[in-house]
Nanobody
Framework: QVQLVESGGDLVQAGGSLRVSCAAS????????VSWFRQAPGKEHEFVAA????????DYSEAVKGRFAISRDNPNKRVYLQMNGLKPEDTAVYYC??????????????????WGQGTQVTVSS
């Protein structure tokens, strides 16, 4: 089992920045890809960004490319999502998820093995 706990969600003004983090524990290893997804009210889960733990290969959705950056802290088993230039449409619950055994970033949420409980990010206009 792997546990994922997100933190850092907050209310920010449009144009501002925020960093959310995801702490992994349990049987977490370098064979995982960790991604951020988000879900806005009334909408489906949306892929945001992914990082392959072993290779540091990353992937971003078009909606956030150039504004968000995903990174990981190997010793502390944490994944960060730095969000800059926030827009009201970025408002959502942000979830981190772990996918075991992949060597390429994976955008399909239904293939992920573990999910966190989410952290709320609200961007005011």
């Amino acid at each position: 089992q792997v546990q994922l706990v997100e933190s850092g969600g907050d209310l920010v003004q449009a144009g501002g920045s925020l960093r959310v983090s995801c702490a992994a524990s349990g049987f977490f290893s370098s064979r995982y890809t960790v991604s951020w997804f988000r879900q806005a009210p009334g909408k489906e889960h949306e892929f945001v960004a992914a990082i392959v733990w072993s290779s540091l290969r990353t992937d971003y959705s078009e909606a956030v490319k150039g504004r968000f950056a995903i990174s990981r802290d190997n010793p502390n088993k944490r994944v960060y999502l730095q969000m800059n230039g926030l827009k009201p449409e970025d408002t959502a619950v942000y979830y981190c998820a772990a996918d075991y055994g992949t060597e390429l970033p994976n955008r399909r949420g239904d293939e992920y093995d573990y999910w966190g409980q989410g952290t709320q990010v609200t961007v005011s206009s």
